[in-house]
């Protein structure tokens, strides 16, 4: 069972910059596609990121590509998720997870993923 907690999230005006981090336990680390999702009020949770066991590959969804990287540190049991020029339109919940029983097409399908943080509010303000 892996345990996932993110941090970092806040309060923060357009053209800003936060970091996310996502710490997990109970589980090997290395051995998880590890991604990140949103959920916006009202709106479907939407793909952010994601970032294969190695750290080599990344993957990110259309709307962040360019401003957000996504990164792990396998010997800490860490990813994060270092946001830059934020827009109103980011203002979401982010949620970390972990799952390793798919390949990369699926990569951005949530059902895949077995294992959720309790998610980090993150607001941008216009």
């Known amino acids: 069972q892996v345990q996932l907690v993110e941090s970092g999230g806040g309060l923060v005006q357009a053209g800003g910059s936060l970091r996310l981090s996502c710490a997990a336990s109970g589980g090997t680390f290395s051995y998880y596609t590890m991604g990140w999702f949103r959920q916006a009020p009202g709106k479907e949770r939407e793909f952010v990121a994601a970032?294969?066991?190695?750290?080599?590959?990344?993957y990110y969804g259309d709307s962040v590509k360019g401003r957000f990287t996504i990164s792990r540190d396998n010997a800490k049991n860490t990813m994060l998720l270092r946001m830059n020029s934020l827009k109103p339109e980011d203002t979401a919940v982010y949620y970390c997870?972990?799952?390793?029983?798919?390949?990369?097409?699926?990569?951005?399908?949530?059902?895949?993923?077995?294992?959720w943080g309790q998610g980090t509010q993150v607001t941008v303000s216009s």
């Open positions: 970032i294969l066991w190695s750290g080599i590959s990344t």
């Open positions: 997870c972990a799952g390793r029983r798919f390949g990369v097409p699926l990569i951005t399908d949530d059902t895949k993923y077995d294992y």
